[in-house]
Every structure is written in structure tokens, then in C-alpha cells.
């Protein structure tokens, strides 16, 4: 048995972490874990007094440029309930550099910090406005660009340029996967019918259908499976000799109607 | 040849490390067995007779190091022979009960072909090899291979523990110099996940270029003057070429791209699924649920749900079509482009190798009629590798661009959301483990050392962005939890017999059995000063 048998992803693990992540140009992740003494610590700071109302929050810095985060950087506090480990972040701000703190806020608005983040930059979500007159472009000039890369569908103004061609890809071309349920038709059903031919005879003798070879077991006994057609179908079933110098053919018909074709789903009756 | 413009087709081939020698029958082994019967021989197949014709092929492909591993696995290999016999007998067990219908009965026997093919390509010709297949081609210069990540682990999820990213690249290329015997010209980053850092990593090991998608280059800084029909060089100096949107989605739209046309084989519609459960119970999974067999006798027909029967000949047919489509959109791109470029356009199109044959039967036909029409006389196109095109056009605009990918949304959501988010905390937790592990053991020995390399193959293994993307994709979950939950169990496992010195060896053992990868991977590239 090994080590996986009895394996849990850890709650945590014993440290104080925040770690902010970026998700897209509009959307930051942050998850975190405190340690129960950098609370504690951080908790015998307060004044009697601040006690009240204390808020649990992730205060939101953007720092772009460099910036380190002070009380003017931040932009945003959101109060976390106390079971609370990660968060969403709707920063909405394409190319801009954040950190997060975790902390308490007082009533009275005193930050006390008990996590800080790495800092993250969030990307790109339009053509940059700046040109390198080496390589100088007009606006016009880099539509018409953006018209061959859409195929036509690039939006006229530079807002229409963001998104108009970021279409899905690959990922996971090599899954398998399971067949849908057809159409949204709760009744769908998939008929067919296979003929199963079974029988027994001497184990010397060659069996054939339809002029085909079938094998004979030991025992002599052999079974042939068909996919049955729809309609009425005549078939021949031989046994001979090992020489071939006697021999018996027996003619069966057998017929398969309102099925509909192979394979087909069935039509709806009502 | 004077050509108006040039087209580069990528074919990044990858697989997750699936090889279970614990158990027979494990269903995900056959996400490689399929990729082999429908992608890779295939590819092979046409690339070889091209080469042989004297056509001139160049493509870029990328190969991850788990499927380099898998390709040349001995016990993965003798399971593969097995498959496709298992495969072959129900054909031939096909072509009889389908004797009063012929035109299925046309498609079995269509299936015996292909399978005893895909044997004797395998065994006699590739003798099971088909690394050195695609080393063969590389040689001879009809593929530029490229170097990818580890395990595809996604560069920007994973860059917040940076030695844990920058292994995966340092390991994707020793891998990679294993295989082929050289350093690549470039590297496929997974998923497209472009990142200044990785950029930088890249640079610093003379990697010369990287794919990223669309736009990564357009909303780069500043404006790319030729947007994606040239790369551009980043701060780091590397080449970073942009995925052509249109031409890309031709290929890949499940709406309106080639593979959805009537005329091509239905994926869904398989004889694993289809018939009659004792009777296919053999073929399946061995646990008994059904699973596609490849056997698929159906077309896509039209919005319907009464399929026709499938038509090699007319798919084919449509296939060629498509290339010729394709080519002429090409060319009118390239001609437009000629009077908005001062040189000629570069058309970039990545797709998945697997998307080729395995979603798209009949992809590899389409390529090879491709390459046989831009190889044409007058074709007005160029097939290039990405490595040729920087020979050919060695100056690029300095453009620094910007962190992206080519899922779903252009950024991180595919791998970053409510159903894998969870999971960071502890990829990132054992990232710092290894790097502290790396660092308290600069040079172990014996068992110590062995015990780091196995954590390192854990955490590598744990990160494959394979996992991630299969939780947020809800298909095939249990698996994936399954995978990380073993990888971060054993590493734990290590991480703990490691502190407390006592390394049990049989826990070591059955760890290097289950998690077999990259046997001469060295732990010592995560410790916190980065060797040079």
C-alpha cells in the first residue's frame, strides 16, 4: 500500500502565506494561510477599544511602477468572513501592478497588516498606444493588420480590437471521451438487432454461412453473429464433409422491419 | 522561389505521463494507444512517403518530455501491441457480423487494414521506436522539433514558486537534448503561456524562439508594426511568434472549421459504445465500463442524429478540398498583406498534433494535401520552419509582449477558477519544500539523493497542467485527483522520511516504480542559487 492510501490534501500547513496569482487582465486570485500566532500577535497590538468592530479584510494595493503599498496605494478592502481562504479579485485594470495585505481594520480605520503578498503584474487587454517610431504604424495601417488576422471581423474602433479574435483553442486533444446524449430529446433511443446463430453438429464436418467458413468447437458446437438488416434477408447455412462429398444446406429467412436502418435512432411515435 | 508570403504549421505533440505498471487495464493508457494508431503513424506515414517523393516538408513540432517518455518506454510499448491486437481481432470479428451490410461491413474491413498497417509500421518498421521515427525525420531536416516544459506545467501559475517554473524548462530541455542530441532552436510553451520570466529563462539558455498566441504580440509594448505576420524580440532577447487567429480558426472551430463538415468521420459514434455489451465486453475497459475502440462507422452527417455510414473515399476527397480552401485563403491573406508589409508575411499555425487524426480523422490527409499544394509551383506560399524564417528575416521589432495563452478567455481561467483553484496552494507548498530540501542537501548522496530526485519527479509530475485542465473540463475528474493526489502524497511521504533522516527504502522503491520519469533528472536545479 502506498503512501497515497491514506493521503489528504493538507488544510494547511503551518505558515503565514498570501500568494496573489493573476487570472486575466481583470481578475487577481489570492489564497492564503495565517499561522494562529501572527493573529494572536497581531490581536495584543489593538487598544481595548478597537476591539469592536474589528474587520478581517484583504486590502488591495496597485503599486504599479514600483510603487511599495502604503495607505495611499490602496484601492480596495474587502472584509473576508473567518472562514474565508481565498478570494477573487475584480480588479479591472488591464497592465497594472498589485500586492495585497491581509489584516484587521479597526473601527476607526487602523490597518494592522498580517500577510503581505508577492506582487503580481496583470497583462495586457488592448493594443499598446505606444509606437517606436523605427518601426512606426498608423492606426489605419494596423486595422487593416488586424483585419487580415480576424478574417474580416476585427471591430472598426480600438475597443473592438480586444477580445474579437481571442477564440478558444486547444487543450486536451488527446482526451477520450464518452459519446453526449444526442439533441435535447429525452426520448432518444438507438435500436439495432444482431442475429446470434448458434448450433452443433459433428466436429468434423466445415460449416459455412453464406459460403463463409465458420469455426466448429471440439464439441462440435458454433455460433455466428450477424448484424441483421432491416428488411426480409434469405441466408444459407452448409455443413460438408472434411472432403466436401456430402453435404446439406438448410435456407433460413429471417426479417427485421420497423426498426428503421442500422444505427439510425428510432423516429418518434406517438 | 520567390514566394509572396511564408506559412509555418506547429504541431505541438503531448500526452500526461499515463503509465500505470501497478495495474493492466488502466483506462487512460489508452489516451496514448489512440494517439498512436490515429496521430502519430499517420503523420509519420505521410511525412515519410513526402520525404520519400521528394516533396519538400518542413514543419515544427513540439515533444513534451513525459510523451518522449512514454514513446520509448519498453512496458508501454509491449501494451500498445497488445492493444492493437485486441483491436485487429475485433475488426476481423467485425467483418462477419457485418456481412449483411455492406457498407459497414466495407469500414470494418477498412479497420483491418488500417490496424494490421498500423502493426507493421510499428513493429517492423519503427520497431516499437517512434522517438527515433521522429528523430529520423528531424535529421533529415523535414521537422524542426522543439523543446516544451517538464510536464506542461502553465509557466504563469506556476512562476509565484519561480525555481519550481524554471525547472520545468531546464528539464524540458535536458530531456530534449537527450532525445535529439542537441539543444532545440525553440521551445513550445504550454498552452502558449507566454511570460517575460520565461522569456527570460529561454534567452539565458540560447533558446532562440518562442509561439504565443495572437494577442500576446498585438497588445504587446509598443505596437507590433507587422502585428502577427512577424515576430517580434522581447527585452530578454527572444523571437516570440504570434498564432495567426483566421488561419488557426479554420482548424480548430467546432462550429464553423473544416472538421465539422458532414463528409468526416463522427468521433463520437463508436462500436464501444454502439453495440451489444458481452460482445464488445472484451474490447473495452477492463473494468467493464465502455470506451471508444476506434472503430467508428458513422459520419457526422448534418445536425441529425440519424448518421450515415462513413465514407473513407468521399472524407478524403473533402479533405484535399479543405487544403486546397485553405491554401487560397493563405495566399489571399499573404497578397493583401503584401501591400501592408515592407516584407513578406509569416503565417503562424500551431494546433495540437492530436487534434490532427485523433479529433480529426481525416486531419492527416488534409495536411499532407498541404504540403503537396505549398509545395506547388506557384503556390505564392513557402512552408518554413520557425527556425528557417529567423535565417531568412533576421531583424524583429523590439516589442515586449504581453502574459497570455491560448485557452479559453486568451489568459489563465482555464487552469485558474473555482474547480482547481485549490490546488495551487499546495503546488506552490511543495515547490518551496524542494527548493528547501535542494538547498539543506547541496550535494547528497545514496539513498538521501535519490530520495530528492524522486521528490523532484513528484512535484514535476503533480504540476502538468493536464490535471488542472481536466477539473475544469469535467471529464475523466476521478483521474486527476487520482494523479495529484498520489504525486503530492508520495512527495510528502519523501519530503517527511527526508527530515527526519530516515529514508525507508522500500517507500523510495515503489515510489521510483509508480512515478518512473526522467531517470537522470537531478534535484540539485531547484536549490535556491540557481547554477548557471
Known amino acids: 500500500m502506498g503512501p497515497d492510501a491514506a493521503f489528504t490534501f493538507p488544510a494547511g500547513y503551518g505558515q503565514t502565506r498570501l500568494v496573489l496569482m493573476v487570472k486575466d487582465p481583470w481578475w487577481l486570485y489570492a489564497y492564503w494561510e495565517l499561522e494562529a500566532q501572527t493573529e494572536r500577535t497581531t490581536r495584543s497590538r489593538l487598544q481595548p477599544e478597537e476591539v469592536a468592530g474589528l474587520l478581517t479584510v484583504l486590502r488591495v494595493h496597485e503599486v504599479t511602477g514600483g510603487r511599495e503599498p502604503t495607505a495611499s496605494t490602496s484601492i480596495r478592502d474587502v472584509p473576508l468572513s473567518v472562514l474565508t481562504r481565498s478570494w477573487y479579485l475584480p480588479v479591472n485594470a488591464p497592465d497594472r501592478e498589485f500586492i495585497v495585505e491581509l489584516g484587521l481594520l479597526t473601527a476607526g480605520g487602523r490597518f494592522l497588516s498580517m500577510a503581505r503578498s508577492n506582487r503580481v503584474r496583470t497583462p495586457r487587454a488592448a493594443p499598446s498606444p505606444a ?33 474579437s479574435f481571442m477564440r478558444h483553442a486547444g487543450a486536451g486533444s488527446w482526451l477520450a471521451a464518452a459519446p453526449p446524449p444526442p439533441s435535447g430529446n429525452p426520448l432518444w433511443i438507438h435500436l439495432d438487432a444482431d442475429l446470434v446463430l448458434h448450433g452443433r453438429t459433428d466436429p468434423r464436418t466445415q460449416v459455412r454461412v453464406d459460403g463463409q467458413p465458420v469455426a466448429v468447437r471440439r464439441d462440435g458446437t458454433f455460433s455466428v453473429r450477424l448484424n441483421v438488416p432491416e428488411g426480409s434477408h434469405q441466408f444459407t447455412i452448409e455443413v460438408a464433409t472434411p472432403d466436401g462429398r456430402l453435404a446439406r444446406t438448410v435456407t433460413p429467412v429471417i426479417a427485421r422491419t420497423g426498426l428503421g436502418p442500422s444505427g439510425a435512432a428510432a423516429r418518434e411515435r406517438r | ?23 493492466d487495464g488502466v483506462l487512460e493508457e489508452r489516451w496514448l494507444f489512440e494517439a498512436i494508431t490515429e496521430t502519430y503513424l499517420p503523420l509519420l506515414a505521410r511525412l515519410q512517403r513526402l520525404a520519400e517523393e521528394g516533396v519538400p516538408v518542413r514543419l515544427t513540432m513540439s515533444f513534451t518530455p513525459t510523451l518522449v517518455a512514454m514513446l520509448s518506454d519498453p512496458l508501454l510499448q509491449e501494451r500498445y501491441v497488445r492493444h492493437l491486437e485486441q ?45 527515433a521515427a521522429f528523430r529520423y525525420l528531424a535529421r533529415g531536416g523535414w521537422i524542426e522539433p522543439l523543446a516544451s516544459c517538464a510536464t506542461h506545467g502553465l509557466l504563469p501559475l506556476l512562476e509565484p514558486q519561480p525555481q519550481a517554473a524554471r525547472a520545468q524548462i531546464l528539464v524540458g530541455l535536458q530531456v530534449f537534448r537527450q532525445a535529439f542530441g542537441h539543444l532545440p532552436k525553440g521551445f513550445w510553451l504550454p498552452e502558449c503561456a507566454y511570460t517575460p520570466q520565461a522569456a527570460q529563462w529561454l534567452a539565458r539558455q540560447g533558446i532562440q524562439y518562442a509561439v504565443a498566441d495572437a494577442h500576446a504580440v498585438l497588445f504587446g509594448t509598443p505596437r507590433p508594426k507587422y502585428g502577427v505576420f512577424a515576430p517580434v524580440r522581447t527585452p530578454q532577447g527572444l523571437a516570440v511568434f504570434a498564432r495567426d487567429p483566421a488561419a488557426s480558426q479554420s482548424v480548430w472551430s467546432a462550429a464553423d472549421g473544416y472538421p465539422g463538415h458532414p463528409d468526416y468521420r463522427e468521433f463520437y459514434r463508436d462500436v464501444g459504445f454502439d453495440l451489444e455489451y458481452e460482445y464488445v465486453r472484451p474490447y473495452i475497459n477492463a473494468d467493464g465500463s465502455r470506451v471508444s475502440t476506434g472503430l467508428k462507422y458513422y459520419r457526422i452527417t448534418g445536425a441529425t442524429d440519424e448518421k450515415r455510414p462513413y465514407d473513407p473515399e468521399a472524407a478524403r476527397r473533402r479533405a484535399a478540398r479543405h487544403a486546397e480552401e485553405f491554401v487560397r ?15 513578406a508575411p509569416i503565417i503562424v499555425c500551431p494546433f495540437d498534433a ?11 490527409d488534409w495536411l499532407e494535401a498541404l504540403i503537396r499544394l505549398t509545395a506547388a509551383a506557384g503556390s505564392g506560399l513557402e512552408l518554413v520552419s520557425l527556425g528557417d524564417y529567423l535565417e ?26 473555482g474547480t482547481n483553484d485549490w490546488l495551487y496552494r499546495h503546488l506552490h507548498h ?41 477539473l475544469k473540463a469535467q471529464t475523466h475528474t476521478a483521474y486527476a485527483y487520482r494523479r495529484l493526489r498520489e504525486h503530492l502524497a508520495r512527495f510528502a511521504a519523501l519530503d517527511k522520511a ?13 515510489c521510483e516504480a509508480q512515478g518512473a520519469f526522467f531517470p537522470s533528472l537531478d534535484y540539485r536545479l531547484y536549490a535556491a542559487a540557481p547554477r548557471s
Do not use: C
Open chain 1, 131 to 163: 509606437t517606436d517610431p523605427q518601426w512606426a504604424v498608423s492606426d489605419e495601417a494596423f486595422e487593416a493588420l488586424l483585419r487580415q488576422t480576424t478574417g474580416g471581423r476585427a471591430g472598426t474602433s480600438p475597443a473592438g480590437w480586444t477580445t
Open chain 2, 1 to 23: 522561389m520567390s514566394s509572396r508570403g511564408f506559412l509555418a504549421l506547429i504541431l505541438h505533440t503531448h500526452l500526461p505521463l499515463v503509465r500505470h505498471p501497478e495495474q
Open chain 2, 87 to 131: 483491436l485487429l481481432e475485433l475488426a476481423e470479428k467485425e467483418i462477419h457480423r457485418t456481412r449483411w451490410q455492406p457498407a459497414f461491413q466495407r469500414l470494418a474491413l477498412f479497420y483491418q487494414h488500417r490496424l494490421s498497417e498500423a502493426r507493421a509500421q510499428y513493429v517492423e518498421r519503427h520497431r516499437r521506436n517512434l522517438l
Open chain 2, 329 to 343: 485563403a493563405r495566399r489571399a491573406q499573404a497578397r493583401a498583406l503584401s501591400g501592408l508589409m515592407a516584407q
Open chain 2, 354 to 364: 492530436e487534434l490532427l487524426g485523433h479529433w480529426w480523422f481525416e486531419g492527416p
Open chain 2, 392 to 417: 531568412r528575416v533576421p531583424a524583429q521589432q523590439p516589442v515586449e509582449p504581453t502574459p497570455s495563452s491560448w485557452g479559453q478567455g486568451g489568459y489563465s481561467e482555464t487552469w485558474l477558477n
Open chain 2, 430 to 470: 511543495a515547490a518551496e519544500r524542494m527548493v528547501q530540501q535542494a538547498t539543506a542537501y547541496p550535494e547528497a548522496e545514496g539513498v538521501t539523493r535519490r530520495a530528492l530526485n524522486q521528490m523532484a519527479r513528484e512535484l514535476l509530475l503533480a504540476q502538468a497542467s493536464d490535471w488542472t485542465f481536466i
Open chain 2, 498 to 510: 527526508l527530515t527526519r533522516g530516515q529514508i525507508d527504502s522500500e517507500l523510495l522503491r515503489s
